[in-house]
């Protein structure tokens, strides 16, 4: 028998509720996106004497996230899908209204239709490595920024102050780097992890760090392909009828973190790692421009991280020529 769908429509400041009941009607309300939120969510849900429910939810980051967690550790069975997911099923069903509390109970339709599959919190280790090597990607971005300002500046005073921010920022991304290898250091299953990861020439201590916060349990994945198509970096083929041939590209239905993680990591793969670099000459005396190659090497390089985290031992270029 399943269980009532609870759509959950997530804003900064709100989420907007709609339960299907068994009589096809809904229930709608809108609770405050905090702790205490959370508490009257369960208080009212109780009040509808459903017992437990299937809530879905769109996957929206921060916003969603305590929400889900919330709503799995009551005992309700949670859903966090794509939000072109909906924006798919929506457009299926021809959609006119867009608003809060139709997307809540389109949201309900979707779950009660399609029973997408069970979600489950990250262990606390791996949320706190994952915000923390967030962390770092925005000390990055707003550093690349500053710089890009400071090369513009012509004020005495201004250049004063971009330096000022920039020492500053070096000083967190140092620290927070920092913070990053103490917390894999403290826990010996991610320890072990990146020691993994980092036998795979391409791939440092901080690239480890930044794949061990985004494919959360590798145990997750049936395959090394669907972790690539997680990522977004399985080809998308564009072909119809005998005309129409245009050039494969990267799916980027994913994981944006992960794949723009591996960027850089290929690109010294394709000249380090004997594998990639004898795959991406392969290809390149096939024809296949320079940006083919790359997302071919970040493809590989999901593969290899996925076969050395699987079996639990580290990368041997010996064992793949003989596979």
């Known amino acids: 028998m399943s269980l009532p769908a609870l759509g959950i429509d997530v804003s900064k400041l709100k989420f907007d509720v709609a339960l299907l009941r068994e009589s096809g009607k809904f229930k709608h309300r809108v609770f ?3 702790p205490a939120g959370f508490a009257q969510l369960s208080a009212w849900v109780e009040k509808q004497q459903t017992g437990r429910v299937h809530a879905c939810l769109e996957a929206t980051g921060a916003y969603s996230d305590s929400l889900a967690t919330y709503l799995h550790e009551q005992g309700h069975l949670v859903s966090v899908v794509n939000p072109a997911q909906i924006k798919a ?6 959609a006119r209204v867009k608003t809060d509390k139709a997307d809540a109970t389109l949201i309900a339709r979707f779950c009660s239709e399609r029973h997408p599959p069970e979600w489950r919190p990250l262990p606390r280790e791996v949320r706190e490595l994952q915000a923390l090597v967030r962390r770092l990607d925005s000390l990055l971005e707003m550093r690349q920024m500053e710089a890009n300002r400071l090369g513009v500046a012509n004020t005495a005073a201004v250049k004063e102050s971009l330096a000022g921010h920039l020492a500053f920022l070096d000083a967190e991304v140092a620290r927070t780097e920092a913070l990053i290898r103490s917390h894999i250091d403290s826990h010996p299953g991610l320890r072990g992890q990146r020691e993994l990861l980092v036998s795979i020439p391409g791939i440092g201590e901080t690239t480890a760090a930044k794949i061990l916060g985004e494919i959360m349990d590798v145990k997750l994945y049936e395959s090394a392909r669907q972790l690539a198509a997680f990522a977004g970096l399985a080809p998308r083929l564009h072909e119809s009828g005998s005309s129409v041939r245009k050039r494969a590209k990267l799916s980027k239905v994913g994981a944006p973190r992960l794949r723009k ?14 594998y990639i670099k004898e795959l991406s000459e392969r290809l390149r005396r096939r024809g296949k421009c320079s940006m083919q190659i790359i997302g ?6 999901v593969h290899l991280a996925y076969g050395v985290l699987k079996s639990g031992k580290p990368f041997d270029p010996e064992l793949l020529k003989t596979a």
Do not use: C, D, G, Q
């Open 32 to 34: 405050p996106n905090t």
């Open 261 to 274: 993680a591996l960027y850089f990591p290929a690109i010294v793969a394709i000249k380090h790692n004997p």
């Open 296 to 301: 071919a090497a970040m493809r590989k390089l």
């Open 89 to 94: 099923y929506a457009e299926s069903h021809l």
